[in-house]
């Protein structure tokens, strides 16, 4: 199991945790949808996953085989190597090309031998349908381009888990589908994929397993989306309209 939570408190500030109990399974090659308001604790939940929020209170609490409770902070850097991060924001290194931003991570990640990090690059921007940008700056792409570069970069080392925190948050339908497609694509070749997301009919187009954050607690909801996901041909129905779009959004959103 990538992820072992049981009984996780995860907290924000030192009083009341933002998510309390919370039950959470990751295994390999699993798609993982997180969705929930405006609030209600997504990006907290992908933080502890990523190492970036402290993890105290659990009775389980493992990320890629590492008990959070014990996790040293300088063991956190090459931890965070073994899995892909990928921003609503993208951030990508904006003072260089694409090709130099994969490189970085690679030479960071110690590859020296500069006819395998070209192959590798090559590989995850054929992998993305980007090898034609490697020489483009981050500023000079679209926004659905740099979102496929920073795949790129999240997939480089081949790891076992991607976290995406509203990948698709800055992009517009088409694009945001196509983003998810491949995702998609990466969850088939092994590595499991957990993302939060306010695209509720993109859950029902392509149906992976849903957790939802609400009043403090995350609750598994797959077998709720099941019931309204395609019967066997997910790719054969019709695109969601934006006012679709729309209308789900506004139901993600708080009411207050
Ligand atoms: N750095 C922080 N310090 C203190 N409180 C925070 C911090 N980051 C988030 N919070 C609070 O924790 C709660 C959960 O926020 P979080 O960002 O996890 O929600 P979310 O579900 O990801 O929301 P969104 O859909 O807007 O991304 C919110 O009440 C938020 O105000």
Not at 200 to 211: A, E, F, Q, R
Request: net charge negative; charged share 30%.
């Amino acid at each position: 199991m990538l992820v072992d939570y049981k009984k996780v408190n995860i907290y924000q500030q030192a009083d009341t945790p933002v998510l309390s109990d919370v039950d959470f399974h990751v295994d390999e090659g699993e798609f993982i949808y997180l969705i929930g308001r405006v609030g209600s604790g997504k990006s907290s939940l992908l933080k502890t996953v990523y190492f970036e929020l402290d993890v105290d209170e659990a009775e389980e609490a493992t990320v890629l085989g590492h008990d959070l409770r014990n996790l040293k902070r300088k063991h956190v850097p090459s931890l965070r190597r073994q899995m892909g991060v990928i921003f609503q924001d993208f951030q990508l290194l904006g003072d260089r090309t694409v090709y130099k931003n994969l490189r970085f991570v690679l030479k960071a990640t110690g590859w020296k031998d500069k006819k395998q990090i070209d192959k590798r690059i090559n590989e995850v921007l054929n992998d993305v349908g980007m090898l034609d940008k490697a020489q483009k700056m981050p500023h000079e792409l679209s926004g659905g381009e740099q979102q496929r570069i920073a795949i790129a970069r999240a997939i480089l080392n081949k790891p076992k888990l991607i976290v995406a925190d509203e990948p698709t948050g800055n992009l517009d339908p088409e694009t945001a589908e196509n983003i998810i497609k491949l995702l998609r694509y990466v969850s088939q070749t092994g590595t499991s994929v957990i993302m939060s997301t306010h695209n509720m009919p993109l859950l029902d187009k392509y149906p992976g397993i849903v957790y939802r954050c609400a009043n403090g607690h995350l609750h598994e909801v797959t077998d709720d989306f099941n019931r309204m996901a395609p019967a066997d041909d997910a790719e054969s129905q019709e695109q969601p309209n934006d006012a679709d779009n729309d209308a789900d959004l506004r139901q993600e959103l708080p009411t207050t």
